[in-house]
């Protein structure tokens, strides 16, 4: 059904539509440019140095940070019984405002690494970054990356990417 690909030029980008009706080309732009706004708008301001430095990172995670790491990572496996974990050491950390990741600006202890896990054909997928952040005793966010099958920096996902910039970042 969609068989005709207009291009539509601006200073600021190209996109290519498929079209299935004739638009008038004012309409049309319109339309993209209406359509782009939302994504061309800068997301929440970052966090200040002196937000970071004064924040309130609480107390560090319970000793069996790693057990609780492990109960939430293995709640969402296919086998359940398979991963290899590797888990490092809670180092103080935050979250930012994200829509993409659902979460808000949050202070604790951050603990990042590894799991690798069988998929349905019972075969090891490759490592998959997390990021866990507690709050005191509680594991208030897990975020799990993606499988990736491509080493090339430019084909890795967002959210791996994500990961691992929050887990290189030190707060002191």
């Known amino acids: 059904m969609f068989n005709k690909t207009k291009t539509v ?3 600021k980008f190209i996109t290519l539509i498929n079209t299935c009706v004739k638009i008038p080309k004012n309409i049309l732009m319109v339309s993209i ?3 782009c706004a939302p994504m061309t708008v800068a ?3 970052p966090l200040t140095a002196v937000e970071i ?12 940070y790693e057990e609780l790491i492990k109960e ?3 709640g969402q496996l296919i086998d359940p019984t398979s991963p290899l974990f590797e888990i490092g050491s809670p180092v103080k950390g ?8 659902n979460t808000q600006d949050m202070f604790g202890w951050q603990v990042c690494g590894t799991v ?4 349905r054909m019972g075969g090891y997928t490759g490592k998959v970054p997390f990021f866990a952040l507690f709050q005191g005793d509680q594991l208030t ?3 799990i990356g993606e499988v990736s099958m491509s080493t090339n920096i430019y084909d890795r996902s967002y959210i791996n990417m994500s990961i691992e910039t929050s887990c290189n970042r030190r707060v002191d």
């Not at 430095?53 to 069996?64: C, I, K, L, T, W």
């Not at 935050?94 to 990741?101: C, D, Q």
């Open 72 to 74: 939430n990572i293995r």
């Open 94 to 101: 935050y979250t930012n405002r994200s829509n993409a990741f």
């Open 53 to 64: 430095a004064s924040a309130d990172y609480g107390p560090p995670p319970p000793e069996n």
């Open 33 to 35: 440019l209406s359509a």
């Open 116 to 119: 690798n896990s069988k998929n």
């Open 9 to 11: 030029h601006s200073d």
């Open 43 to 45: 997301g929440p301001p």
């Open 141 to 143: 966010k897990m975020i």
